[in-house]
């Protein structure tokens, strides 16, 4: 059974770019959430995609944005990057409802 | 606001004792409690979880305290091992919610 995958592990950008970072989630997982962790503090959720629609967000702008598709593999979108959007990014999947979430190991992002 | 609070921040324990760690929270639609494991360069890896119809749950060494009059829920690790060395998340969720809530986090390190 595979895990949950992440791209690309590490990426360093630039102030007022853009970055997409995927997700292929656990076999048979049909849902998938991101989180934010910054350096030294708990995850903290920004949304949650189920049968390719947004089901849930937490208090994340708009720009940061995602998808999810046929597969149940995700994306996430964040434009306009900030120097606070340095984190570790993770994307989480289960099979919905109360059922227990299952991280990948992240991506590490790195605004200069 | 801090939707879980954990204690405490770090935690030094002897090979061979036992570790506990604390949280606590105040929304009391939260009905389900796990704790996640993260090693440096990893992502969290699900532990041990509980919900509200029981006070305790043991796997292994690992067993979750759970009070639900106190709003409190603590993990205690027996027997430590220099293995468990790690930063431990206690979470929070209420049914029919997309996502979880973290605390901050404790870094625990086992001394041989």
């Known amino acids: 059974e595979t895990g949950v995958t992440q791209s690309p592990t590490h990426l360093i950008k630039t102030r007022g770019q853009q970055v997409t970072l995927r997700c292929s989630s656990q076999?048979?997982?049909?849902?998938v959430s991101w989180y934010q962790q910054a350096l030294g503090q708990g995850p903290q959720f920004i949304f949650q995609?189920?049968?390719?629609?947004?089901?849930g967000r937490g208090n994340f702008p708009p720009r940061f944005s995602g998808l999810q598709f046929p597969n149940y593999s995700s994306e996430l979108n964040v434009n306009a990057l900030e120097l606070d959007d340095s984190a570790l990014y993770l994307c989480?999947?289960?099979?919905?409802?109360?059922?227990?979430?299952?991280f990948g190991d992240g991506t590490r992002l790195s605004i200069l | 606001q801090q939707q879980v609070k954990q204690s405490p921040q770090s935690l030094i324990v002897q090979k061979g004792g036992i570790s506990i760690i604390n949280c606590a929270y105040e929304?009391?639609?939260?009905?389900?409690f796990p704790w996640y494991q993260q090693f440096p360069g990893k992502g969290p890896a699900l532990l041990i979880a509980?919900?509200?119809?029981?006070s305790e749950k043991k796997e292994g060494r690992f067993t979750i305290s759970f009070n639900k009059s106190a709003k409190q829920f603590s993990l205690h690790i027996m027997d430590s091992q220099p293995g468990d060395s790690a930063t431990y998340f206690c979470?929070?969720?209420?049914?029919?919610?997309?996502?979880?809530?973290f605390g901050t986090g404790t870094r625990l390190t086992v001394i041989p």
């Open positions: 076999s048979g997982h049909n849902t």
């Open positions: 995609y189920y049968r390719e629609e947004e089901n």
């Open positions: 979470a929070a969720s209420s049914t029919g919610a997309n996502n979880l809530f």
């Open positions: 929304n009391t639609a939260f009905d389900y």
């Open positions: 509980i919900r509200p119809d029981v």
């Open positions: 989480a999947s289960s099979l919905g409802g109360d059922q227990p979430q299952h």
